[in-house]
């Protein structure tokens, strides 16, 4: 509640002093870290600059809705047949195979685990990491640049999975966030503000 309460602060207040706006809204940005907190950061953000820092847009370039084949939370896993909590979701084969960075970031960590097969996990400011699983082919190299829309693999089904998918998530400050909530946020921001040149 105390966090609303500054963002509140922030959105209605501050603007009238003009004074270090951005400067404040980029460290409350830091400090929040639930999809309601950050929604409401977003809906109410008019700073266009930080926007491409915030993974808001699908990772799949494609022109239709994505398929998925598994939701953010707790679900019965489709190898182990056990409930266990989904980290992120997964998205199914599209037009493209195709996978981009949902932000401007640096790859802070990629290659093979068991689990999540080929994978690439990008540092973006503010808090935010997002992560790429189950990879056929990797673009990137550690501590590169990489900026929001930029390519970095393609799908695949590298590691434990039943078909061709990627896992997405999120994580912000340690917790994970339904990645939907965040895309949601994609429909809600012009277009024009969303432009990491």
Do not use: W
């Not at 909590?85 to 790859?107: C, K, M, N, R, Y």
């Not at 808090?127 to 190299?141: A, C, E, N, P, Q």
Request: some cysteine; glycine content about 8%.
């Amino acid at each position: 509640m105390e966090k609303i309460k500054k963002i509140i602060l922030i959105y209605f207040i501050i603007p009238y002093f003009g004074f270090g706006q951005s400067d404040k809204l980029e460290k409350l940005l830091s400090q929040i870290s639930t999809n309601g907190e950050i929604t409401g950061f977003v809906e109410n953000c008019f700073e266009p600059k930080i926007y491409p820092k915030i993974p808001i847009i699908p990772p799949i370039l494609s022109s239709h809705k994505l398929n998925t084949s598994s939701k953010f939370g707790y679900r019965v896993h489709p190898i182990y047949h056990s409930i266990k909590f989904h980290t992120g979701i997964d998205i199914t084969a599209s037009e493209t195979d195709t996978v981009i960075t949902t932000a401007d970031g640096i790859i802070h960590q990629m290659g093979y685990q068991s689990d999540l097969g080929n994978f690439i996990v990008i540092q973006h400011q503010y808090g935010f990491m997002t992560l790429y699983g189950h990879l056929s082919t990797i673009f990137v190299k550690p501590k590169q640049k990489v900026n929001m829309g930029q390519t970095i693999g393609l799908m695949g089904k590298t590691g434990l999975v039943t078909g061709k998918h990627l896992h997405y998530c999120i994580i912000k400050n340690g917790f994970y966030l339904n990645p939907f909530l965040m895309m949601n946020l994609y429909l809600k921001v012009p277009t024009q503000k969303i432009s990491s040149k």
